[in-house]
């Protein structure tokens, strides 16, 4: 186990010389704190007395932030509003020395933003009000989107797709990606969504949650055999080098082609909020591949970061003393 521990710690130290390019939907997290003390007389709902306000990065943007904060070079490609909200997170990527000349800030875009109304001391969430743009894209857009990305591309060591079903991954971006990968022998990480589940192909990894994984495959995964048949499908679908399913509490399933699935329970940690959780072990995988993990050694990663970010409030980005003390303290 020793030695293990210390082939991880090396990889996490690697993780600074990888170069990351993420490409997705950006979105800001507001979140609003505060107490119920009664119930509304106007209707059977809590009336909350707001103490806080607060603001982080969500969808492709809180992958970005965990590149960042585990140490990765990374670089961004997506759209965002003239609007507070756009300007907001362009100010806090360049607060953090990311470059943001892969943003593009459109007239008539709504940047994503979700509301969490968050009630004290359970850190109850009360209601999620979610303000976005819908599938509005231009032409001219995201024919800017691949422009981008074709000159970009070659640049990174991998490129992580962040895809939330907001319109930034497009068809003929996901054509774009999978020739390279094919070609150029590109290192491709798919974070999926449903939108987009009959255009993925030649990804290097792809890491649906077990919703997305019964969706896209047409398997409910209910079971350990129901599981292998999903993972199956997926793999022949997708034309995929690897599946990683991540179900919860459950752990991870690992799939690979002429391979026995590999499982990785759940690490032990009390769970608070899983938002965000799926960003963090697309963020972590892809630096692990990158920087020359096998995939085991990725899915180990990914798991210990993940419940990392579980035990605390909304989407956070994970350090890496924290992924590598983590590390030490596995048996």
């Known amino acids: 186990m020793a030695t293990k521990n210390a082939r991880l710690l090396t990889l996490v130290t690697k993780f600074r010389r990888s170069r990351i390019l993420v490409v997705g939907d950006l979105m800001l997290d507001r979140f609003i704190w505060g107490e119920v003390e009664r119930i509304s007389p106007e209707a059977p709902v809590p009336v909350l007395r707001m103490t806080n306000e607060s603001f982080r990065l969500g969808g492709a943007a809180n992958v970005v932030n965990n590149i960042h904060s585990l140490g990765g070079r990374v670089g961004v490609l997506g759209v965002v509003g003239k609007d507070r909200s756009g300007s907001m997170l362009v100010q ?43 599938d509005h894209f231009g032409g001219r857009i995201r024919q800017k989107i691949r422009e981008f990305f074709l000159r970009q591309a070659p640049r990174y060591d991998a490129v992580v797709i962040s895809d939330y079903g907001k319109g930034v991954i ?10 390279l990968a094919d070609e150029k022998r590109l290192l491709c990480i798919v974070d999926p969504k449903k939108e987009n589940f009959s255009v993925y192909r030649k990804c290097s990894l792809a890491t649906p949650n077990r919703e997305e994984a019964s969706q896209a495959s047409g398997v409910e995964i209910r079971n350990e055999s129901t599981l292998r048949e999903a993972g199956r499908r997926l793999i022949e679908m997708w034309e995929a080098k690897a599946v990683l399913i991540t179900r919860g509490s459950e752990g991870m399933s690992l799939f690979r082609p002429g391979r026995e699935v590999r499982h990785f329970p759940a690490v032990q940690q009390e769970i608070f909020d899983v938002t965000g959780a799926g960003d963090t072990v697309v ?49």
């Open 92 to 134: 806090e990527l360049r607060s953090a020395g990311i470059s943001t000349a892969g943003i593009f800030q459109e007239n008539g875009f709504l940047t994503t933003q979700k509301i969490r109304v968050i009630a004290h001391p359970r850190h109850q969430q009360i209601v999620r009000l979610d303000r976005e743009n819908g």
């Open 170 to 179: 497009h068809r003929e971006l996901l054509e774009m990606v999978a020739r």
């Open 283 to 331: 963020a972590t995988v892809a630096l692990a591949l990158a920087s020359g993990s096998s995939y085991e050694e990725a899915a180990v990663l990914a798991n210990l970061s993940a419940a990392l970010v579980g035990g605390e409030v909304g989407p956070v980005a994970v350090a890496a003393e924290k992924l590598k003390q983590s590390v030490r303290e596995q048996k």
